[in-house]
C-alpha cells in the first residue's frame, strides 16, 4: 500500500498489534465455586491472567509501560498488585479497553500496554436483576421501570426478541439456532464451560425465564480473568511473528431514548452498528466479504442475529433464511463466536472474544480452527455503546 | 429477594406526586413541545431547561411485551407481563396490562392508561386494551 493509502486509513490503523493472550481456567474454577470454593477475587483472577498474558507475549513486568483495567476491579489496587506504575492509564470495558489502548499507542502515550480483565460474579453471587441488579447505578434503564415489576437485561432483550420477531425477524425457533450453533462449537474448546450438545428441540423444551426467552439464550455467569498485551506495531515487529493487528476500529454510541428503552424497541441499535462498522470497515480496508470469523459480545443470543444485520453481513428481515442456509456454526462459511462465546465458552464480558479472535488468526484454536482466518471482526453493542474491530494479520 | 424500588430523584418527584392523584404528567418542552421520559433537567432535542408538567391523553399503542417466568421482587411474584407503551404524545413507557388480554400478538394494540393500587409505591400507571371495561382496582 502507498503511504497516501495508508494515510487516508487514518493513524489508528495498524498502529497496534496484539502480542499476548491470556486467561484463567475457566472450567476448574467453574467447578470448584461450583463446590463453594472461592478460588480468589475478580483481582486476583485478573493478576493470573495478567502472568498468562505476559508468559504468551514473552516480556515481562517492566516491559509495561500502560495499563488498562477491566470496569469490575479497582485499578489502584491492580495496577499495585502487578506492580505497574504506568504512564498512561484507563479503566474501560473490553471493547473501550482496545480502542483506548490504540490511541494511547499512536499518540506515543505509552508503548506496551497490558489489559486486565478480573469477575467473581459467581462466587460473589453478583445479580442481574431484582433490587441489586448489578450495573444498575450507570444504566438507568436496568433500574428505573422496577416499579412495574421490570428488571434484568434478559427481560430487556425478551421485549426487543418479541418486537424483533414482529418485524418479521426470528421466531422462538429460529432464534433457537443460535444457541444450538455455539453450543457445537463449544464442544471443540476444551475452555469452554457448556460442552453438552444442544437441539432445537431440547432448546425449545426449555422453559421460559422471561417469554420469550429462555435459559438458553442467557449468558453464563461464572468467575475468570482475561488479559491482553497490546503494543506498537513497530514494536510487534521486534518481538516475533505471532502479533496480530488491529486492522480497523470504530465505534458508535446511540444513548437518545436509552432509559426509557424506546431507542433500542425501534431501531435495535442497527444505526449505531452501522456507524461503527463503516468506520471500522473504511479503516481496514476491508469489507464484510472478507471477514472470516465473526465474534460478537453475546450475553444474550439476540446479540447475534442483530449483528449480522447491523454490520452488513445479512439483509435486514433476510435473517431467517441466513441463519438456515448459511448458518453460523464452524462448518458455514464466517462462523460466529467459534469458541461458543457467552452463551457457551465464558462469560468474560466481551474479553474471551478478543483471545478467540487473536487465536483464530494465529491458526491457534485446535479443532475448531477455521481454516486459512485472516481477519476477524469483534462487534459489541452494550446498551447501545457499539464498538467494532477489525483483527488481521501481522507483517 | 425484596421489593421493588422507585427511583426518584428531584426530577422525578413532580410526576410521582401527581401519581397518587391518578393523573400521569409528563414534562412538556416549552420551546419545541416535546414530551420527554424519564423527566430531566433539560429537552434532549433542543436543550431547553424551560418546561411544563402536562397531563398526558393516556392513549397508547403496545410496541412489545413480556412474561416473567421468574420471580426477582417479593411485590412481583411470576408470572406476570411488562408492556412497553408508546405514547401518544411521544415517548415511551414501560408498565403493565391489566385487565383484558388480547388473543395473539400483543403488539400494535391501542391500550389507554388506567391506575392501580401498588403496596410500595400508591397509584401506578398501567394500561388496559382500549374499550376494555376493566375497572380500576382500588385494593
Ligand atoms: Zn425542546
Not at chain 1, 197 to 205: D, G, I, Q, R
Not at chain 2, 96 to 115: A, H, Y
Request: charged share 20%; aromatic share 8%; hydrophobic share 35%.
Amino acid at each position: 500500500m502507498s503511504v497516501e493509502g495508508a494515510l487516508s486509513r487514518g493513524i489508528l490503523h495498524r498502529a497496534a498489534a496484539i502480542i499476548g493472550v491470556g486467561h484463567t481456567n475457566w472450567v476448574g474454577d467453574a467447578e470448584r465455586t461450583k463446590r463453594g470454593e472461592k478460588p480468589h477475587t475478580g483481582i486476583g483472577y485478573a493478576a493470573l491472567a495478567f502472568l498468562d498474558a505476559l508468559a504468551d507475549a514473552g516480556l515481562s513486568q517492566n516491559d509495561i509501560d500502560g495499563l488498562i483495567v477491566g470496569p469490575t476491579v479497582p485499578y489502584e489496587r491492580m495496577g499495585e498488585i502487578l506492580g505497574i506504575n504506568p504512564s498512561w492509564s484507563g479503566q474501560a470495558d473490553s471493547g473501550g479497553a482496545i480502542l483506548q489502548a490504540c490511541m494511547a499507542i499512536a499518540t506515543g502515550m505509552a508503548e506496551t500496554i497490558a489489559l486486565v480483565y478480573g469477575n467473581d460474579q459467581r462466587s460473589a453471587k453478583v445479580e442481574y436483576g431484582g433490587q441489586n441488579a448489578a450495573s444498575a447505578t450507570n444504566y438507568l434503564a436496568y433500574a428505573y421501570h422496577a416499579p412495574w415489576g421490570m428488571t434484568s437485561q434478559g427481560a430487556i432483550y425478551a421485549l426487543m426478541a418479541r418486537r424483533y420477531e414482529a418485524l418479521g425477524g426470528l421466531t422462538e425457533a429460529g432464534l433457537a439456532q443460535v444457541s444450538v450453533a455455539l453450543r457445537a462449537s463449544a464442544m471443540l474448546n476444551p475452555n469452554a464451560l457448556l460442552r453438552n450438545p444442544l437441539t432445537v428441540e431440547e432448546y425449545m423444551a426449555q422453559p421460559y425465564v422471561c417469554e420469550p426467552l429462555r435459559r438458553p439464550d442467557y449468558c453464563l455467569i461464572n468467575d475468570g480473568g482475561v488479559a491482553l498485551i497490546i503494543t506498537s506495531a513497530e514494536r510487534a515487529r521486534r518481538v516475533g511473528n505471532k502479533a496480530v493487528h488491529v486492522h480497523g476500529i470504530g465505534r458508535s454510541d446511540l444513548n437518545t431514548d436509552a432509559s426509557s428503552l424506546q431507542g433500542r424497541l425501534t431501531d435495535f441499535y442497527y444505526e449505531g452498528q452501522r456507524k461503527a462498522a463503516a468506520a471500522s470497515f473504511d479503516m481496514a480496508g476491508v469489507g464484510p466479504s472478507d471477514i472470516d470469523v465473526i465474534q460478537i459480545y453475546d450475553s444474550f443470543s439476540l446479540h447475534v442475529p442483530l449483528a449480522l444485520e447491523g454490520y452488513g453481513y445479512c439483509r435486514r428481515g433476510d435473517i431467517a433464511r441466513y441463519l438456515t442456509e448459511q448458518g453460523i456454526g464452524l462448518s458455514s462459511s464466517r462462523p460466529v463466536n467459534t469458541s461458543g462465546g457467552h452463551l457457551a465458552e465464558s462469560y468474560m464480558q466481551g474479553w474471551n472474544h478478543q483471545v478467540e479472535a487473536i487465536r483464530q488468526i494465529r491458526g491457534a484454536c485446535g479443532a475448531r480452527q477455521v481454516e486459512g482466518c485472516r481477519f476477524v471482526h469483534y462487534s459489541a453493542d452494550v446498551a447501545g455503546k457499539c464498538v467494532s474491530i477489525v483483527y488481521g494479520p501481522g507483517d | 429477594m425484596g421489593q421493588s424500588r422507585a427511583i426518584r430523584t428531584i426530577y422525578d418527584d413532580p410526576m410521582w406526586e401527581t401519581l397518587a392523584s391518578g393523573v400521569l404528567r409528563l414534562q412538556q418542552c416549552c420551546n419545541c413541545r416535546s414530551f420527554r421520559y424519564p423527566p430531566g433537567p433539560t429537552c434532549h432535542r433542543c436543550a431547553s431547561p424551560e418546561h411544563k408538567w402536562k397531563p398526558v391523553s393516556g392513549r397508547g399503542q403496545i410496541l412489545s411485551w413480556v412474561v416473567f417466568h421468574r420471580t426477582y421482587f417479593d411485590d412481583y411474584p411470576a408470572p406476570y407481563n411488562v408492556v412497553a407503551v408508546k405514547l401518544e404524545e411521544g415517548p415511551m413507557i414501560v408498565t403493565n396490562l391489566t385487565g383484558k388480554k388480547p388473543m395473539g400478538s400483543w403488539i400494535g394494540r391501542s391500550v389507554e392508561l388506567c391506575f392501580e393500587r401498588h403496596s410500595n409505591h400508591g397509584l401506578v400507571p398501567r394500561v388496559k386494551l382500549a374499550g376494555d371495561d376493566h375497572r380500576n382496582v382500588e385494593d
